[in-house]
Nanobody, 125 residues
Framework: QVQLVESGGGSVQAGGSLRLSCAAS????????MGWFRQAPGKEREFVAA????????NYLDSVKGRFTISRDNAKNTMYLQMKSLRPEDTAVYYC??????????????????WGQGTQVTVSS
């Protein structure tokens, strides 16, 4: 049974930082592309960042470039999202996702791959 469990969410003031983690089990983690998505109230889920199987490739939503960093530790079956200079518009539920093909991560839908349950990030002004 595949499980993706996010942690690290919380409430911070604008300009603050948070580090999200996604612990994976039940799948060959090092052979999966991984990604972070977010969904704000009343909005559709959107892609935030993705990382390739060995961590050599990454891509980001334009609005988070230079502020967010995605990484992974295959020895720990864990992916991270370091978020800095947070803005109120970053407020959302953040989800981690896994897909066997890195090139497909950014366009994943909830009907493909594997998804976590989400962790809330709230940024106040």
């Amino acid at each position: 049974q595949v499980q993706l469990v996010e942690s690290g969410g919380g409430s911070v003031q604008a300009g603050g930082s948070l580090r999200l983690s996604c612990a994976a089990s039940g799948l060959p983690f090092s052979r999966y592309g991984m990604g972070w998505f977010r969904q704000a109230p009343g909005k559709e889920r959107e892609f935030v960042a993705a990382i390739s199987e060995n961590g050599g490739y990454t891509n980001y939503l334009d609005s988070v470039k230079g502020r967010f960093t995605i990484s992974r530790d295959n020895a720990k079956n864990t992916m991270y999202l370091q978020m800095k200079s947070l803005r109120p518009e970053d407020t959302a539920v953040y989800y981690c996702a896994a897909h066997p093909f890195y090139g497909a991560v950014a366009t994943m839908t909830t009907g493909s791959g594997y998804w976590g349950q989400g962790t809330q990030v709230t940024v106040s002004s």
